[in-house]
């Protein structure tokens, strides 16, 4: 039982190259969520899905586009990085739309140059 | 708007020593929660508490303790008899109550416990 995981969990890209990151989750949650964490800032949202197929905008979701084809992944894609996206991404997934807690996976470590 | 503070960014204590981390929200409405995250060296972040705002009781859970106190928006998270394994950025969080897919973090407190 792996819980969330993500992959890669680094990652070095140039201004404009693209990338996706994957989120996979065994838990059998519907909810999933994508965060990116800047020093100082705690955590801000980019993107969330409330199920297959499903995807909402987060509170900074501009220059990140996200897909959940399969209730188990749910992956965040930047089309042309910025150095502006400099980040540590975490995924999160939770049972349902209650307050439940969110189980967050390790992160992945996101450097543009 | 939704907002949560954490103006403690960094404390060092000493092993066995009390220590409190501070969260103070910001929210208009009146049925809210807050959650407190644990995010050690690894990197992970790890869930510790949920709250509604209906249940202002104190929590205790072997050496943490949590207060809740409405009347000035906070909810301070305290570690009794602090030991090495507590060294880790905490996080408070807010959420609800139309929307609990958004939760609203602090900057984090990191928190240094030196042996």
């Known amino acids: 039982n792996a819980g969330v995981t993500q992959t890669p969990k680094f990652r070095v890209l140039k201004t404009g190259q693209s990338m996706t990151l994957l989120c996979a989750q065994d838990m059998n949650h519907e909810y999933m969520y994508w965060y990116r964490q800047d020093p100082g800032m705690g955590l801000r949202l980019i993107h969330y899905s409330v199920g297959e197929g499903t995807t909402a905008k987060g509170e900074v979701p501009d220059g990140y586009n996200v897909s959940r084809l399969k209730k188990q992944n749910f992956l965040l894609g930047l089309e042309s990085a910025a150095p502006s996206q400099t980040s540590v991404y975490f995924c999160?997934?939770?049972?349902?739309?209650?307050?439940?807690?969110?189980?967050f996976g390790p992160g992945t470590r996101l450097t543009v140059t | 708007a939704q907002k949560v503070t954490q103006a403690q960014t960094e404390i060092s204590v000493v092993e066995k020593e009390d220590v409190t981390l501070d969260c103070v929200y910001e929210t208009r409405d009146t049925t809210y929660y807050l959650f407190w995250y644990k995010q050690p060296p690894s990197g992970e972040l790890v869930f510790l508490i949920r709250?509604?705002?209906?249940?202002?009781q104190n929590e205790i859970s072997g050496r943490y303790s949590w207060n809740f106190q409405k009347s000035t928006s906070s909810f301070n998270f305290t570690i009794t008899a602090s030991q090495v394994v507590d060294s880790a950025v905490y996080f408070c969080?807010?959420?609800?109550?139309?929307?609990?897919?958004?939760?609203?973090f602090g900057s984090g407190t990191k928190l240094n416990v030196k042996p």
């Open positions: 999160a997934t939770k049972v349902g739309d209650d307050p439940y807690e969110q189980y």
């Open positions: 709250r509604n705002s209906f249940d202002e």
């Open positions: 969080a807010l959420s609800g109550p139309y929307n609990f897919n958004k939760f609203y």
